[in-house]
């Protein structure tokens, strides 16, 4: 008993690795007869798995998709796995609670050494400062939204502006292409018909309407690559890069070990004991400027010269600011 009960879970795990497996090849991974194997089958089927067998030249079988949820297997990389993206992935979203309840499930019914493996991981998701009282997406919303998305069906929705907006949300119409997450919210990729461009909008402050539009091809997204587009657009940049649309290098008179901890994603060289070169990046030369002064040390210019033009802006506008006197 003890065997079989091994090899039904070696051969179910197997099953769970790819869609489908002959007869032949499943016999010769567990070192089996092809009876064996066939035997083995009705016995997963009786624990309430759905095991499809096809014709052909050897046979074969696939673990198709049930009606309920049975019983699953995973190896120990697969738990832990599992068990650090439960404490990740619902961040910002109103599946929260099922995350934390789906997790102590699975912890409950580790074997001690993943249990002790998958308590060292503790992981806290942290939200990025300013995120803390956005609302959450709701789960109906993700529901709608990957729906539109996986039918290819237009998506008409009401877009609520920002808090500061003196105006009503506003009507748009999208062809949905991707649900993405990004510094701790969650964004949908789309191609706005209105616009006839590429825009994210905020998951939270969608509300779909219904029915749905008509069915679309969708577009070619520029880069070909979603992360690498979303991370680009909120650089300030096309989506076919990801550098920074303006970028500028500085010596700045500070050690390099002062400056390195807030550069953020730029290039610190050390040029002495009290000196350093900076390139950087910005969305804006007078960002980028802005950025830099924040230093607050003596800056000497490398390049380009729209850096240059950046700072004598910002000087006008300080020694303006600083020559205005406030009424008491």
Same mark, same amino acid.
């Not at 808090?163 to 009503?168: D, E, N, S, V, Y």
């Not at 990729?189 to 616009?195: F, H, N, S, T, V």
């Given at each position: 008993?003890?065997?079989?009960?091994?090899?039904?879970?070696?051969?179910?795990?197997?099953?769970?690795?790819?869609?489908?497996?002959?007869?032949?090849?499943?016999?010769?991974?567990?070192?089996?007869?092809?009876?064996?194997?066939?035997?083995?089958?009705?016995?997963?089927?009786?624990?309430?798995?759905?095991?499809?067998?096809?014709?052909?030249?050897?046979?074969?079988?696939?673990?198709?998709?049930?009606?309920?949820?049975? /019983?699953?297997?995973?190896?120990? +990389?697969?738990?832990? #796995?599992?068990?650090?993206?439960?404490?990740?992935?619902?961040? $910002? &979203? @109103?599946?929260?609670?099922?995350?934390?309840?789906?997790?102590?499930?699975?912890?409950?019914?580790?074997?001690?050494?993943?249990?002790?493996?998958?308590?060292?991981?503790?992981?806290?998701?942290?939200?990025?400062?300013?995120?803390?009282?956005?609302?959450?997406?709701?789960?109906?919303?993700?529901?709608?939204?990957?729906?539109?998305?996986?039918?290819?069906?237009?998506?008409?929705?009401?877009?609520?502006?920002?808090?500061?907006?003196?105006?009503?949300?506003?009507?748009?119409?999208?062809?949905?292409?991707?649900?993405?997450?990004?510094?701790?919210?969650?964004?949908?990729?789309?191609?706005?018909?209105?616009?006839?461009?590429?825009?994210?909008?905020?998951?939270?402050?969608?509300?779909?309407?219904?029915?749905?539009?008509?069915?679309?091809? /969708?577009?070619?997204?520029?880069? +070909?690559?979603?992360? #690498?587009?979303?991370?680009?657009?909120?650089?300030?940049?096309? $989506? &076919? @890069?990801?550098?920074?649309?303006?970028?500028?290098?500085?010596?700045?008179?500070?050690?390099?070990?002062?400056?390195?901890?807030?550069?953020?994603?730029?290039?610190?060289?050390?040029?002495?004991?009290?000196?350093?070169?900076?390139?950087?990046?910005?969305?804006?030369?007078?960002?980028?400027?802005?950025?830099?002064?924040?230093?607050?040390?003596?800056?000497?210019?490398?390049?380009?010269?729209?850096?240059?033009?950046?700072?004598?802006?910002?000087?006008?506008?300080?020694?303006?600011?600083?020559?205005?006197?406030?009424?008491?």
């Amino acid at each position: 008993m003890q065997k079989t009960s091994s090899r039904l879970l070696a051969l179910l795990s197997l099953l769970q690795t790819r869609r489908d497996w002959s007869g032949e090849d499943l016999a010769e991974r567990l070192d089996i007869s092809p009876r064996t194997v066939r035997r083995d089958m009705d016995r997963l089927r009786e624990l309430g798995y759905r095991i499809k067998a096809f014709k052909g030249p050897t046979g074969g079988y696939r673990l198709d998709a049930g009606g309920h949820l049975p /019983p699953l297997l995973f190896d120990d +990389g697969q738990a832990v #796995a599992l068990a650090v993206a439960l404490q990740t992935a619902a961040t $910002g &979203t @109103t599946i929260a609670e099922d995350a934390a309840r789906a997790l102590a499930m699975i912890r409950q019914v580790m074997p001690s050494r993943l249990r002790h493996r998958m308590d060292m991981l503790r992981i806290t998701a942290v939200r990025p400062p300013g995120n803390g009282d956005a609302p959450q997406a709701d789960t109906q919303v993700f529901t709608d939204l990957s729906s539109a998305i996986h039918a290819r069906e237009e998506l008409r929705f009401d877009y609520a502006q920002d808090r500061k907006a003196a105006t009503g949300p506003q009507h748009r119409r999208v062809q949905p292409h991707h649900l993405v997450a990004w510094q701790g919210r969650w964004y949908l990729l789309a191609w706005d018909l209105d616009r006839d461009n590429w825009r994210a909008f905020r998951v939270d402050r969608i509300r779909p309407r219904t029915p749905t539009g008509p069915r679309f091809t /969708p577009r070619e997204l520029p880069g +070909g690559d979603v992360s #690498a587009f979303v991370a680009g657009r909120f650089r300030g940049s096309d $989506g &076919t @890069t990801t550098d920074w649309p303006c970028q500028g290098e500085v010596v700045l008179d500070l050690p390099a070990t002062a400056v390195a901890p807030f550069a953020r994603d730029g290039i610190v060289e050390e040029l002495g004991p009290d000196r350093c070169r900076l390139a950087l990046g910005s969305w804006s030369w007078t960002g980028l400027a802005a950025t830099i002064g924040r230093f607050d040390a003596d800056i000497e210019v490398i390049g380009p010269p729209e850096l240059n033009a950046a700072f004598a802006r910002l000087a006008t506008r300080y020694s303006n600011a600083a020559r205005t006197t406030t009424l008491s």
